[in-house]
């Protein structure tokens, strides 16, 4: 019981002493706080927009009218309000971004994990596999499959988070060759640990610094990606309000309704941001020798 209770305690005091580090970056607690609120929108977009409404209903009277009190962001050529199509876009544009990573993540990391650890004929035919994917551009890559698999949300995700595989498997297996030789790690090989004890509760959790920093600054990415492939029509496709899609949308008016195509811009860039901000904040919170 004492050992556990040791053990949960060094485990807290390690995490106070990451969140003490990054507190101390200005850049990453703000890049924080709006990615909490810009979360929160898209967690209760429903509750503040009603879909129907406030989204795809049509008001003819009110087209292309320009920023002002009543549309705070103007509104788009069928007269809806860009501020609540931007607001529930959120939604899609931040659930194309972490949903793609995650599922990139839970693929990629046991692969590079089994191929660092290992070694041998499998790492060396699983990371020539790699390199032949790696070789395309992800973006490229990413477009060849939604044009196979057909444009909608679910396979746009799918799409992005095979691109994602090859970087997250690459990042684990560097990270388990760096660990695998341990003092630690042949102390439980010595008493006949089995390989997925090992991996799952010795390997795996001190190679978590850099698989979590590499996750959530491909987030930022694939939601760059999500919105140019929706920008030239292989993405979410129209009405759904997804940023890409908006931007899209807007092209036709860029000379008389600039506000269509600079709100949704604006909100891609400060969402991919803050993202990054987080990320260079928990790069140098959980490895201070990284810093810069």
Known sequence: MSSSKEKSKVKQNRFLEIWKQFRRNKGAMFGLVVLILLILIAVFADVIWDYDTDITAMQVGDCLLKPCLAHPFGTDNYGRDMLARIGYGTRYSL?????????????????????????????????????????????????????VLGTNLFNLMLALSISTIPVMTRITRASVMVTRNNDYIESARAIGAPTHIILLKHVLPNCFSPILVQATLRVGTSIISAAGLSYIGLGVPLPTPEWGALLSASKSFIINAQHMCLFPGLAIMITVMVINLVGDGLRDALDPKLKR
């Open 95 to 147: 659930a194309i971004g972490f949903a793609s990573v995650f599922m990139g993540t839970i693929v990629g990391v046991p692969l590079g994990a089994l191929a660092g650890y290992m070694g041998g004929k499998f790492d060396t035919i699983l990371m020539r596999i790699v390199d032949t994917f790696t070789i395309i551009p992800s973006l490229l890559m990413t477009i060849i499959l939604v044009s």
